[in-house]
């Protein structure tokens, strides 16, 4: 069965430093990986999304994230936060026809 | 280009009634899901949806069903509700053809059992 791992259940760092919140899975197929972000009382946003191809994909508000096949890991990144970061992580795998796992998220919290 | 659209957007039952959720996707995505979203259990997936045909199922009570319209809207219903059931429900339409990958969550519908 597959699964997902996010090891950090909260992250807080300053402002315009850097973070990286972890992702690792386990699936015995080949998978569709995803980072999602939900901001307080809304919906989920896809952030980026690695389908195939290279493995370092770039999403919006300059979120990346590296595909690391051999870890089984899918770590983002941003090298600059913004209080408007502040907000749910979710990192996801999709093995079928839309049947998304999610992990159970990550808080990230920047502080001023 | 509208967003996914989802009503109601907050509802408050109690136990042992049904509830019927509607979610309409973004025009063009034939695909819909659902998700439950729980303090507990986190985000589990529920169904999917495509083409008026379910084609993938998660670990739910046979209490949860859904269905898919030609038009692609969807609803999905729960009976006999119990308190386990207080949660945030999301739908998300998707689109994957010629390379093409969307995917777009609604703002959810918040149900409290009582």
């Known amino acids: 069965a597959q699964s997902v791992t996010q090891l950090d259940s909260q992250v807080p760092v300053f402002e315009e430093a850097p973070v990286e919140l972890r992702c690792n899975y386990s699936s015995s197929v080949s998978v569709y990986l995803f980072w999602y972000v939900q901001y307080p009382n809304q919906g989920l946003q896809l952030l980026l999304k690695y389908l195939s191809g290279s493995t370092l994909v770039k999403g919006i508000n300059g979120f990346e994230a590296e595909f690391n096949k051999s870890q089984t890991s899918f770590h983002l990144r941003k090298p600059s936060v913004h209080i408007s970061d502040t907000a749910e992580y979710f990192c996801?795998?999709?093995?079928?026809?839309?049947?998304?796992?999610f992990g159970p998220g990550t808080s990230l919290s920047v502080i001023p | 280009k509208a967003g996914v659209t989802q009503t109601p957007r907050y509802l408050i039952k109690t136990r042992g009634q049904q509830v019927t959720l509607s979610c309409s996707p973004i025009s063009g995505h034939r695909s819909v899901s659902w998700y439950q979203q729980t303090p507990g259990q986190g985000l589990q997936f529920l169904f999917e949806?495509?083409?008026?045909?379910?084609?993938n199922k998660g670990n739910f009570p046979g209490r949860f069903s859904g269905r898919q319209f030609s038009n692609s809207r969807s609803e999905m219903n729960v009976s006999t509700l119990e308190l386990g059931d207080s949660a945030l429900y999301l739908c998300?339409?998707?689109?994957?053809?010629?390379?093409?990958?969307?995917?777009?969550f609604g703002p959810g519908t918040r149900l409290t059992v009582t």
């Open positions: 996801a795998v999709e093995t079928s026809y839309d049947k998304v796992i």
């Open positions: 949806y495509f083409s008026e045909t379910q084609r």
């Open positions: 998300a339409s998707s689109r994957r053809d010629r390379g093409i990958y969307e995917q777009y």
